[in-house]
């Protein structure tokens, strides 16, 4: 390996200017943390060190975008375009899939708020853990087994899935149940994230990972669609797709439904927005797969894409 061979002038200065572009609009709109200048120094770094470390920069575009994506959408949040939405979806879940008690019609989230298990509150932390790792994790499997395209096709898949959930979310903000059984059915503005159901795991092990994650969450009123339910999903169609092996397959079925599951079981999403994250994930995969890839010049940059990432 040859260590130091540099790019050309023209692909150093546009990761370059991207890069500060990314750090001047984050540090203007919403406040640079320490991760991102540190971020941006090693993405900058691996994209001069060597053919290898630039073309993984390259290739890990689908998943920064993503990320950077979420962090820019408190610049304009959701709740200042369109109406919340909380009693409506609320009502609709238990009108739809309520859950007949003593005291009354449940929404399943209020059932489960009530019938909690230690062993489903440790597992329902276990798998919201796994809702981009695992995903991200399969991405560089594909990518390090020389799996190119099937990386491309996934990767951009994934980002397209976030694209469709993150536009909904501005056409259609809604609450989340945790946020109904906290605060009723009236929309407060810069409600703070709750780890809600989660927060069991968090006093299992002591290790406070929702509690730090949920600090940070973008906007509490992005219920509907679940992209929680979605990204592993979105993995499992490609696993399935691109013939990834028994062990894949079936970890990625596991984990999608045990995320679907916890979703609800957490509070954190209605059965109505796990279905609308599948939905998204469906959407994203046909739409890509047989509608764009139809598309000469679309499948052309496709094909560019992934030749450059290629080992």
Not at 123 to 138: E, N, Q, R, S, T
Not at 173 to 181: D, G, K, Q, S, T
Not at 209 to 224: D, E, P, T, W
Request: aromatic fraction near 18%; charge should be positive.
């Amino acid at each position: 390996m040859k260590f130091l061979k540099l790019p050309t002038f023209k692909e150093g200065a546009v990761c370059l200017a991207v890069l500060l572009v990314w750090l001047g609009v984050t540090a203007t709109c919403i406040g640079l943390r320490p991760e991102h200048p540190v971020m941006a120094l090693l993405l900058f770094c691996l994209f001069l060190l060597t053919d290898s470390t630039r073309r993984l920069v390259v290739a890990l575009l689908p998943f920064a975008i993503f990320g950077i994506s979420y962090d820019w959408m408190k610049i304009v949040p959701n709740y200042e375009v369109n109406p919340i939405d909380v009693a409506g979806l609320y009502s609709a879940e238990k009108s739809l899939f309520g859950i007949s008690s003593v005291s009354g019609l449940l929404t399943p989230n209020e059932f489960f708020a009530i019938h909690t298990c230690s062993i489903m509150d440790f597992m329902a932390g276990v798998f919201y853990l796994c809702w981009v790792p695992v995903p991200i994790f399969y991405g560089l499997w594909l990518y390090f087994k020389g799996k190119s395209d099937a990386y491309v096709h996934f990767s951009l898949v994934f980002l397209f899935v976030n694209f469709i959930g993150f536009a909904f979310y501005y056409i259609h903000p809604a609450a989340p149940p945790w946020y109904v059984a906290l605060h009723g059915m009236e929309p407060v503005l810069n409600t703070p994230g709750d780890v809600a159901g989660l927060g069991k795991f968090d006093q299992m092990t002591g290790l406070g990972i929702f509690n730090a994650l949920y600090a940070r969450n973008s906007n509490v009123f992005a219920a509907m669609p679940s992209l929680h339910s979605a990204y592993t999903l979105v993995a499992f169609l490609y696993a399935v797709r691109f013939r990834s092996g028994k062990v894949w397959v079936t970890a990625l079925a596991i984990i999608t439904v045990g995320i679907w599951f916890t979703a609800v079981y957490t509070s954190h999403h209605y059965i109505l927005d796990v279905l609308g994250g599948i939905a998204c994930a469906l959407a994203g995969f046909l739409i890509f797969e047989y509608g764009l890839m139809k598309i000469p010049a679309f499948s052309r940059f496709i094909g560019k894409y992934a030749a450059y990432i290629s080992k």
